[in-house]
């Protein structure tokens, strides 16, 4: 903490609630939320909630849902920027009390002239600052006006960017902007300056498509006096295609990543990795995350998001995660996968113990939670199974013929374990002489229905004797 009190870095994560949370976003809060905690600072949210014909509670609530699958906690309370309306105006009244913005009583018809003109000089599309200097009474009596800043109009507006270096924008390309709209509401530009200046900001990250915002904004930090916090643009999110990432690429919303069953501590690992490196570290801990943290290990060209990469990453933190940690991030997913109901609702009990036994298959072969979930759905299956294509081939009346055999060398075993199993089937196989696959294979498709499930031992472990014999028994009374 400072000596008032206040942590060094504030970040802020502000997102506009008309939908999902867009991947692109997730990533923002992200690096957001890796960077406070990297330099023990905060990190704050703000629901950028104006625009009252597309923000719905339904959007805030998905992405406070996201946020939190994701893992991405903030400090403080939730600020919604829609409640803080009359402080935005009450900024722009002291801009135009100290003589540092000015009231504009341009028509829509004039402003549209405007735009026209200059579009046909070849220009572009700016205010001409007819009223920057002159006096209201040149107005007709009651006509509405908008708040505009005076914008300097000679020089350069430096942008000292954590990311892409000093951005210089020259001042005659930046007009002089609303900030209080004609009704009476303050524009996006205020707002976001008055509330990261009230929210204590010190540090805003988000997309380079704010790069221009940021010039503009820091125009009105400087005539309100106050700090800049320092900024940092991180480049966008492209497809495979170099293209900006769009619904044509797959989803784009992270809500839909979880239902596709990926886990959050893959959608940190691999976020983390669009645009920001430690050196040629492809997998790492969210904790080594936040050590290596800062903006040093920042592209500026666009990252590519690949779903394969993705899948791929998650087939391994499917495999390698801890025990307690991947049956936290099952029990949190599950109920907004689309195969949650082939398992057993509640599942508890002896099912509860099948499932849980067959675990560590399941998990060493699924690369999402809906792999594993369906893979999973023979567990709990009901007699006689149903069998795909590839499995019932796989039942001839031979195999049938070693599956009653197994039946019968199963039922005389006094320990049910996966070593007097291997030890019993391999004996079988070379007692007959013939090869492991051709009882293995039968027996697999006997028990679970499908040509392919985790280890044939695991599976009659997880089933059990008695579940295991009555399997087989169907398939061999079927002969």
Known sequence: MSQSGQPPVVTRFAPSPTGFLHIGGARTAL????????????????????????????????????????????????????????????????????????KCYATPDELTQMREEARAAGKPPRYDGRWRDRPDTDAPEG??????????????????????GPVNTPNKDLDDFIILRSDGTPTYMLAVVVDDHEMGVTHVIRGDDHLTNAARQSILYDALGWQRPSFAHIPLIHGPDGAKLSKRHGAVGAEAYRADGFLPETMRNYLARLGWAHGDEEIFSTDQAIAWFGFDGMGKSAARFDVQKLTALNAHYMRSMDDEAFGEALRISLPHLPNRDR????LVGEPKARFETALPGLRERARTLV??????????????????DKAAGLLTDEARGHLGALHEIYSGLSEWDVDALEAATKGYAEKTGI??????????????GSKTSPGIYDVLMALGREESLARISDQTAAS
């Open 371 to 388: 792999e594993l979930i369906d893979s999973a759905a023979f567990l709990f299956a009901d007699r006689p199974l149903a069998m795909d």
């Open 435 to 448: 090869k492991l696959g051709a009882v293995a294979q039968p027996l697999r498709a006997a028990l679970t």
């Open 143 to 164: 006509a509405p006006f908008a708040v505009r800043i005076k914008a300097p109009q000679d020089g350069l507006t430096v942008v000292d960017d954590q990311v892409q």
């Open 31 to 102: 690096f957001n939320w890796l960077y406070a905690k990297s330099v023990g600072g905060v990190m704050r949210l703000r629901i950028e909630d104006t625009d009252k014909a597309r923000s719905t509670s339904e959007a805030i609530d998905a992405i406070l849902d996201s946020l939190a699958w994701l893992g991405l906690d903030h400090d403080g309370e939730t600020v919604f920027q829609s409640q803080r309306a009359d402080r935005h105006a009450a900024v722009a009244n002291e801009l135009l009390a100290a003589g540092k913005a000015y």
């Open 343 to 346: 398992l057993p609702d509640p």
